[in-house]
């Protein structure tokens, strides 16, 4: 997808890039080859010498991380989709005080980590720096706002994709559960029906003493980060078939 995009460069937007690919140019490539004029001399001038600035740095995600809109950075997903890592927290609701985070999970596609308040919660920070893109739901306004008031000095991969606003473009709408079941992904019995309350419930079960009540919110939270993946997969999938019919 990356290569197919033009609106990273000063000044082209959505309906520039767009005539770009009704001229039949659909790749960085091929605007650099092309003899024709796209839009005036000096302006494809432009553009020409910031694809070579972008060909440049193409294996470095923080350069079109800075450089797209937000709402469009889940096109770096297929380029750098090797150093992911779905994240999502749980706190604590506010009990006995501030709400504070009680575990993080992340899953990079083959493993689950679970970083737990008072316990191993500081492992997380040096974990997370091995990582180029996060992707998250809704961790825009939750997730990554409490991790950088938990961790001050935190350096969070430099690119995140919240799945929350990419599939509301391909209209799905509600919270995580509710489009899990949309799209056919089942969570095992034992968990299946369980929500952030919950998991608040069991923190504070577990506070009381109760063991199991924190293997059950780990699994709860690890569902919550490896269903990340395959929605990440039909967001991407689906936007892109969306966006670019001749590339799907």
């Known amino acids: ?49 910031q694809l070579k600035v972008s060909m440049a740095h193409q294996s470095e995600i923080g350069f079109f991380a800075e450089r797209l809109p937000s709402c469009e950075v889940w096109r770096l997903y297929e380029s750098f989709k090797k150093k992911v890592v779905y994240l999502d927290i749980e706190t604590s609701g506010g009990y006995m005080g501030a709400d504070e985070i009680t575990v993080i999970g992340t899953f990079d596609g083959s493993r689950v980590r679970s970083f737990v308040s008072g316990s191993n919660l500081e492992e997380f920070e040096p974990a997370i720096a091995e990582y180029d893109l996060v992707v998250t739901f809704n961790g825009t306004c939750f997730d990554l706002p409490f991790i950088r008031n938990s961790f001050p000095n935190i350096t969070l991969p430099p690119a995140h994709i919240d799945l929350r606003f990419a599939l509301k473009k391909l209209g799905y709408r509600g919270g995580l559960k509710r489009i899990e079941r949309e799209t056919g992904i089942e969570r095992d019995a034992g968990i299946r029906g369980m929500d952030g309350f919950d998991a608040v419930r069991l923190w504070r079960a577990y506070q009381w003493g109760d063991s199991q009540a924190l293997q059950v919110l780990l699994e709860y939270n690890a569902a919550d980060v490896v269903n990340l993946e395959p929605l990440m997969e039909l967001a991407s999938r689906e936007l892109k078939a969306r966006l670019l019919p001749f590339a799907a």
Do not use: A, P, Y
Request: glycine share 8%; aromatic share 10%.
């Open 1 to 49: 997808m990356l290569e197919h995009t033009f609106i990273h460069i000063q000044g082209i937007g959505e309906k520039s890039e767009r005539t770009i690919w009704s001229r039949g140019i659909r790749t960085w490539e091929e605007f650099l080859c092309c003899d024709g004029r796209v839009f005036s001399d000096s302006r494809d001038c432009l553009i020409r010498e």
